[in-house]
């Protein structure tokens, strides 16, 4: 399986941006995915997920309300937006896709294949 994240970038707090996961390698459509991110000397958290179908979405509360997560199975990719960014968000966001099972996979242990992020820098 490869996943290649894509869209991160440099904005100003306050602003938006939008994440890209293509997959390839495996079937996508059955899988839930999430995004996750990590930020200098932290721990790699949790953001967002979505279970297989799309019905499920799931957030950490630090993003709740500004993220949205979203997939489109036939192009196999998800998504992230991201509106009213703070500095506190910058991180580098990965995607991952988890095989046990469609529904959405709160944490990382959980996921089985990941894409190498892309960096998101939030200035105040």
């Known amino acids: 399986v490869q996943l290649q994240a894509s869209g991160g970038g440099l904005v100003q707090a306050g602003g938006s941006l939008r994440l890209s996961c293509a997959a390839s390698?495996?079937?996508?459509?059955?899988?839930?995915m999430g995004w996750f991110r990590q930020a200098p000397g932290k721990e790699r958290e949790f953001v967002a997920g979505?279970?297989?179908?799309?019905?499920?979405?799931g957030y950490a509360d630090s993003v709740k309300g500004r993220f949205t997560i979203s997939r489109d199975n036939a192009k196999n990719t998800i998504y992230l937006e991201m509106n009213s960014l703070k500095p506190e968000d910058t991180a580098v966001y990965s995607c991952?896709?988890?095989?046990?099972?469609?529904?959405?996979?709160?944490?990382?242990?959980?996921?089985?294949?990941w894409g190498q992020g892309t960096q998101v820098t939030v200035s105040s």
């Open positions: 979505i279970s297989w179908d799309g019905d499920s979405t």
């Open positions: 991952a896709m988890k095989t046990g099972g469609g529904d959405i996979g709160w944490y990382r242990q959980l996921y089985d294949y």
């Open positions: 390698g495996r079937t996508f459509r059955n899988n839930a």
